[in-house]
Every structure is written in structure tokens, then in C-alpha cells.
Nanobody, 126 residues
């Protein structure tokens, strides 16, 4: 069983930055694919970034160039650095892991994810 806890959400103005963290109960730098998803009220869940044990990140087109996913191996944590935030980035952000060392298929679809956190709310005001 992998437990995930997201933190770092909050409210910022458009153009600002936030760093989300996903703390795990296991060493998620090895043998896991980790991804960040978001869901805004009334909208479908959207995968935004993923990284696996070889450190290769993938991003959705909507966040590419603005968000960066990274691993902090010492802290069993994966971060999502978000910059140039816009009101459309407002959502609850979730991290999830797939218990494979390399992400299977398209991790941003979420199909292979075995464990999910409870989310952290990000609100961007214009």
C-alpha cells in the first residue's frame, strides 16, 4: 500500500507561482511512475505531468513550458513547480502512482495509476 499526501496548494494571483509536493510512504524515485492530475469543478480530470524511475518527464500541452515535475529522492517526494499561473489552472491537484518503474502507456490518462492522494486546492485569481 502506498500512501500519498499532497501539499502546497493555495491562492495566488495570475502570473504567480506555486510548488506542490507529493509525499509518499515509499521511495517513489524507484520502481514507480508518478503523475500529477487536476480536476476543476464541472470538468473532467486532466493529467498534467508525469515522471518515472528514469527521470523522464512528460507534460500536457496545457502546462508545457510552465510546469516542472521533479523528484526529491531524499524526501520521497515529487514536486510540481507551477509558474505563470492562470485562472484556468484553478483546480484540485492530485498525485498518483503506478507501481511500475516505467510509466505504462500514456500516464496522463491515469489508467495505470494504482494509488491516489486526496488532493490540494489551487486557486488562481485574475
Amino acid at each position: 500500500q502506498v500512501q500519498l499526501v499532497e501539499s502546497g496548494g493555495g491562492s495566488v494571483q495570475a502570473g504567480g507561482s506555486l510548488r506542490l509536493s507529493c509525499g509518499a510512504s515509499v521511495d517513489i524515485s524507484k520502481n514507480y511512475c508518478v503523475a500529477w492530475f487536476r480536476q476543476a469543478p464541472g470538468k473532467e480530470r486532466e493529467g498534467v505531468a508525469a515522471i518515472d524511475s528514469d527521470g523522464s518527464p512528460v507534460y500536457s500541452d496545457s502546462v508545457k513550458g510552465r510546469f516542472t515535475i521533479s523528484q526529491d529522492n531524499a524526501e520521497n517526494t515529487v514536486h510540481l513547480q507551477m509558474s505563470s499561473l492562470q485562472p484556468e489552472d484553478t483546480a484540485t491537484y492530485y498525485c498518483a502512482v503506478e507501481d511500475l518503474p516505467l510509466c505504462s502507456g500514456d500516464p496522463l490518462r491515469g489508467w495505470g495509476m494504482n494509488y491516489w492522494g486526496r488532493g490540494t486546492l489551487v486557486t488562481i485569481s485574475s
